[in-house]
């Protein structure tokens, strides 16, 4: 058993083997987890943790009863998608996130360079129509375009279409239930980002460090939240084919050596043998 749900992998059979991967330090679960979470890598069965940064290595690491166990950081992943690329058709350089519009994504951001950078298409794909309607409120640009909610398939072939990708991560980021992840996170965006063979341009926060390398696999903008960095860094994209290129070649080269998710199952797989030969 590989799982998520910490109650569910505990309440499952004690003959299967299990991994249980977290996503959060361990201070945030509640009381009640937290004694399930102590008795569930107490028991036999229990093989690994997995982790998907090394902050949460880290962090587990600093705890007592987390110390000796066995433990695995596996980042999130994304499918190569290994086919031709799509080519922006526009006579406007095109410029996309894809993703939630949660608190800390950076959407407004976009919004600022979209009335900074008039001769360039910015589309925003993801998000409700609340949401989308409280940006858009204020935000009249004819060069933004809010796509809304689209299918997996259509806002990946969506993602290979534009010239730059952006991921304008804020040390605010949220996910759905307010917590505040930034600090250890691994966002799938990113691997699916590099599976476009797209140049990406990103944030200069302390998780995605681990990873992303500035003028490497992306351009990291230093000030997450100054607007003039990150329209230097898309006008350096634009105008550097070269540094392009090169970012371009090195993401991809970076999932499918690193990051796919068959990478991921096969590290899970080998750690599974060899905890097992050891029992």
Request: glycine share 4%; charged share 25%.
């Amino acid at each position: 058993i590989i799982g998520r749900n910490l109650r569910a992998c505990f309440f499952s059979s004690k003959k299967i083997p299990i991994f249980y991967e977290t996503h959060q330090p361990f201070k945030y679960y509640n009381i009640i987890d937290r004694y399930l979470f102590y008795k569930l890598i107490k028991r036999q069965n229990f093989i690994s943790l997995i982790t998907i940064s090394d902050y949460l290595i880290n962090d587990y690491n600093s705890l007592y009863f987390f110390k000796n166990i066995s433990k695995l950081r596996l980042r999130d992943g994304s499918n190569t998608y290994e086919h031709t690329i799509s080519v922006n058709n526009l006579s406007s350089p095109s410029v996309g996130y894809i993703g939630s519009l949660y608190e800390g994504r950076g959407i407004e951001i976009i919004l600022q360079l979209s009335k900074l950078m008039k001769h360039i298409i910015f589309n925003i794909v993801g998000g409700n129509e609340k949401e989308i309607h409280k940006f858009k409120k204020n935000n009249k640009n004819s060069n933004l375009i809010f796509h809304g909610y689209l299918d997996y398939k259509t806002s990946i072939k969506m993602m290979k279409s534009f010239d730059i990708l952006l991921a304008p991560y804020q040390s605010n980021t949220k996910v759905a239930g307010g917590l505040n992840t930034s600090k250890w996170m691994s966002p799938i965006k990113l691997f699916e980002y590099m599976s476009a063979k797209k140049p990406i341009i990103t944030s200069d926060i302390t998780s995605l460090r681990e990873f992303m390398i500035h003028k490497y696999n992306c351009l990291i903008v230093k000030e997450e939240d100054n607007v003039n960095e990150w329209r230097e860094a898309i006008n350096l994209i634009l105008n550097d084919k070269k540094l392009s290129t090169t970012i371009v070649y090195n993401a991809f080269n970076d999932l499918k050596t690193k990051y796919t998710w068959d990478i991921r199952v096969k590290k899970i797989v080998k750690n599974f043998i060899k905890i097992y030969k050891k029992t």
